[in-house]
């Protein structure tokens, strides 16, 4: 690989290395594949678990066909431990690099059960940006669903910025829940995956697959 001798059997080979058997060059296609995951409050998006809960690698792994499973797998962005909903993954690291890039600007849609009722000034700050700690945010999308129920859809990706920024209107979150990224909706039960459509890819998350 790359002009040095791999003997680990399972050894990522990587789009653009240069592979050679028994000194001939051999050409590799590799479909990139992109699947849905309902993770469960509890799980880190961690390769460990310090805590001994438990990784979302380990409870896809489980659940995957035995097919699916030679294959790995990367997380496409992060949730926090109590956060549940939408989290994708995929073989392709490009993917990875193309759901992730501020650039991209990747709607990504949370629902969260917040202390109190938020006013409509609260939902205008949101919807203007705000300024936190790290600097001010992109204007959002928010509307509430129930008295208590903020959705919330960001253009950015910063660390715990939900929380931070319902916290930051007087609200915190008591729970969060990730329903969509860009085009691709979740509709499989908690703990449940499902392999996303070439449709999907290219339209719902806009990455061309050629």
């Known amino acids: 690989l790359d002009g040095r001798v791999e003997r680990e059997p399972f050894a990522p080979v990587r789009p653009g290395m240069e592979v050679r058997v028994d000194g001939q060059v051999r050409h590799l296609v590799a479909p990139v594949l992109a699947l849905m995951f309902h993770k469960p409050a509890g799980l880190v998006v961690h390769g460990s678990d310090a805590e001994g809960v438990g990784t979302v690698f ?5 659940r995957l066909t035995p097919p699916l499973r030679d294959h790995e797998w990367l997380a496409v ?5 109590d956060t549940t909903g939408l989290l994708l993954f995929t073989n392709d690291e490009r993917l990875v690099q193309h759901g992730t890039s501020p650039e991209r600007h990747l709607p990504k849609r949370y629902v969260a059960g917040v202390v109190g009722p938020p006013p409509e000034e609260a939902l205008r700050r949101l919807r203007e940006g705000l300024v936190l700690e790290d600097g001010p945010t992109r ?9 208590d129920v903020v959705e919330l859809t960001l253009t950015e990706g910063r660390n715990h910025q939900v929380k931070r920024m319902l916290a930051a209107v007087g609200h915190p979150v008591r729970t969060l829940h990730r329903e969509a990224v860009g085009g691709v909706t979740l ?5 449940a995956w499902r392999l996303l459509t070439d449709g999907e890819v290219t339209q719902g998350l806009s990455f061309a697959l050629s």
């Open 77 to 81: 962005g992060r949730l926090d431990r």
């Open 187 to 191: 509709d499989v039960p908690e703990g």
């Open 139 to 147: 204007p959002a999308g928010a509307r509430l669903r129930a008295p």
């Open 58 to 62: 380990e409870c896809l792994r489980e």
